[in-house]
């Protein structure tokens, strides 16, 4: 049987690793709670609260995670044939709704349900938005602006 050697605690000179350790954990679980300010357009006319707008997929596609908090407000924007895109407001470029041979890359529900969280991934072609852009999420007449990109 082979015996491994101590772990070491120490990283940097005169750092030990725990501490370090546990501040990398504090700033993903930090990343994590961060919300992408919504407007107050987004409860009042959608029914939804935007959680998170973030770059994912090495900067392809922009995530986008939504809470809904009054279901009735929200069914017309999870409906399948309403469209959904995210304008870029730097360039005024928009980006569709990623699709797949099964469909489109969206939550879609008849029945919402409150304090659930959905997700939209759309395609972020030429890498056109960038973390820290502000962007408007178009769905049907409505728009929500000024939402930051994580």
Aim: aromatic content about 6%; proline content about 5%; charged content about 20%.
């Amino acid at each position: 049987m082979q015996t491994h050697a101590p772990l070491n605690l120490r990283v940097m000179k005169g750092i030990p690793a725990l501490p370090v350790l546990a501040a990398v954990f504090y700033c993903f679980v930090f990343c994590l709670t961060l919300v992408a300010p919504a407007s107050a357009a987004t409860e009042k006319d959608l029914g939804i609260q935007i959680v998170a707008l973030r770059m994912t997929a090495s900067d392809h596609f922009v995530d986008c995670r939504y809470r809904v908090v009054d279901a009735e407000k929200a069914k017309p924007f999870m409906a399948r044939k309403t469209e959904v895109s995210l304008i870029d407001q730097a360039t005024g470029k928009k980006l569709p709704v990623s699709m797949t041979r099964l469909g489109s890359m969206r939550s879609t529900s008849t029945k919402p349900r409150t304090d659930k969280v959905y997700n939209i991934l759309f395609r972020n072609l030429n890498k056109t938005v960038v973390s820290g852009n502000l962007v408007t999420l178009v769905s049907g007449d409505a728009k929500v602006e000024n939402l930051k990109v994580e």
